[in-house]
């Protein structure tokens, strides 16, 4: 045992033994301010951050014949049922969400009467959906033809990215959409815009979403390409 002068007030013998409860005393208040920095920090990163980026906003126009599916559609991307659809009797405005944008997506009905008043709500559009349906008669898919082919030449129009929906896949008498390309004449009166073809129906909403998501790529591009199948 060491001995400490007789004037001291401790001992050596006394400060060594305290020495490992100090440092394990010292290392313990060091964990804790660590613990405290890092759950400081993690409820900065969770709470305190601010709203996420707003997402760029997309005014589209919806054309398309009477039964073709777009409001059906439409409702389906925005969630809801499209149980008990009626015709469009003049439009409809829907905001449909994705991941990076917001569509605002104008419908405007296809029957006969209304067709006619179409162009006079094309003003302001970024984008144009047509919706066709598939498995119509000779007669209507001409009709559509002639739409489409007066939509891709109008004035207000003709530089915006289309995506045409060849809905009704799931039907047996539904065109193919090499068929529908063909005879629509999709490739030389669409040369050098921006389109997208794409079949699709009611049933797989996941390809009607890829177009959609591929619809916004084209929105978004500074330097488009100009053709897309
Ligand atoms: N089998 C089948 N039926 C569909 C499909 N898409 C829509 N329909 C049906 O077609 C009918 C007409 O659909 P709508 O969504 O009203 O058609 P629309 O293009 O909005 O018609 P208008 O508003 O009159 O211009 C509804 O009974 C839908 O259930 C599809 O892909 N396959
Ligand atoms: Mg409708």
Redesign the pocket.
Known sequence: MVQGFPDMPFRFSEWSRKLPTRRMSECIQISFAVCRIGIYTCFRALCCKGPPPPRPEYDLVCI????????????KLCGES??N?????GF?IKAVPFQNAILNVK?????DN?RKYWSRYYQGSQGVIF?L?S?ASEEELETSRKELHSALQHPQLCTLPFLILA?????PAARSVQEIKKYFELEPLARGKRWILQP????DMNAIKDSFTQLIHLLEEKNPEPVRM
Not at 200 to 203: E, T
């Open positions: 398309g014949l009477s039964g073709a599916g777009k409001t059906s559609m439409l409702s499209p149980e659809v009626v015709s469009t009797t409809s419908e405007l009905g296809g029957a209304i919706v349906d498995a809905n009704h896949q799931d039907k699709c129906s009611l049933d």
